[in-house]
């Protein structure tokens, strides 16, 4: 896609990957509606970047509702590129877990994507133009004691773009999947820094398999991907070939299915 004034909706800009790819596509002339909690951050970096500040709490289902005609709204504009970035990890055993912590998180890692695609979607077929950009992870297919609700969200986030491509075969709206190792923000600050996962990180580095990536050049990459229709970004190289053997079922199934189209 072409992105010089195209509309994106961004959501989690407030730090992090987030924050990153919002200059980026900033740098590449698009308009930015950012969605985060952090009203101070989010303020400064829509004024940074010329774009519009959107604070909502994707955890509660009433500010999910009617977000992207809100930003539409504020924007006038229709949204182009739907980034789906929002992230949240509560680290510790299932066993211990609070009810409202494994709500929050699914809520947040997963229903919020799959709500705001649902919305974003109608408008981006019958304009016969969009991008969908979700935020996976590593995790989706790498288990990670104490990221219960984080990684299985993201497994199915995965997932659910694999059966969103086949949905959306033969129109003009593209995907992409991001499915990052450690990218060096807070939200990787808070699993090194767990003390429940130190055994885990111990045995990782005993093994010399940790490498993190950096998010300024995360970013770049997932803009390079929406500009270039890049289906899959994945980081860092060394981690590529075990996202491999998760999405080999995924392209056989496309493979076979190729030329169907299921809107008839
Ligand atoms: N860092 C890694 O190692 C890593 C690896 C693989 C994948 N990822 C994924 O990359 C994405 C970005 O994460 P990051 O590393 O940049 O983490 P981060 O620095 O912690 O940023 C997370 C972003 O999500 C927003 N967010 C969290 N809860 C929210 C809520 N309830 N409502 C609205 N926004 C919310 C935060 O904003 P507020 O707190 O202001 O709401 C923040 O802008 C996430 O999807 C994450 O799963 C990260």
Not at 200 to 221: H, M
Request: some cysteine.
């Amino acid at each position: 896609m072409d992105l010089r004034d195209a509309r994106v909706l961004l959501t989690g800009a407030s730090r992090g990957l987030g924050a990153a790819m919002a200059r980026e596509f900033a740098a590449r002339g698009s308009h930015l509606v950012l969605v985060a909690r952090s009203q101070g951050p989010l303020r400064a970096l829509a004024d940074e970047v010329g774009g519009t500040a959107l604070v909502a709490d994707l955890a509660e289902p009433h500010q999910r509702d009617g977000l992207v005609a809100r930003a539409e709204a504020a924007d006038g504009r229709p949204v182009d590129v739907l980034v789906n970035n929002a992230g949240l990890v509560e680290v510790g055993p299932l066993a211990e877990a609070s009810a409202e912590s494994l709500a929050r998180q699914l809520a947040v890692d997963l229903a919020a994507p799959a709500e705001l695609i649902r919305q974003a979607l109608p408008g981006m077929l019958a304009r016969g133009r969009g991008h969908l950009v979700t935020v996976s992870s590593l995790q989706s297919t790498t288990p990670t004691p104490g990221c219960t609700a984080y990684g299985a969200s993201k497994a199915a986030l995965s997932q659910l773009q694999a059966i969103l491509r086949l949905e959306l075969a033969g129109t003009p709206v593209r995907t992409t999947l991001v499915s990052p190792g450690p990218v060096a923000t807070d939200l990787w600050d808070d699993l090194e820094g767990s003390s429940y996962l130190q055994p885990f990180f111990r045995r990782l580095r005993r093994l010399g398999v940790v490498a993190t990536v950096d998010p300024v050049d995360l970013a770049r990459s997932v803009v390079d991907a929406v500009e270039r229709d890049r289906r899959h970004v994945r980081a860092p190289r060394r981690a590529a070939g075990l996202l491999w053997f998760n999405e080999a079922p995924r392209r056989l199934v496309e493979l076979a299915l190729r030329g169907v189209r299921f809107d008839e």
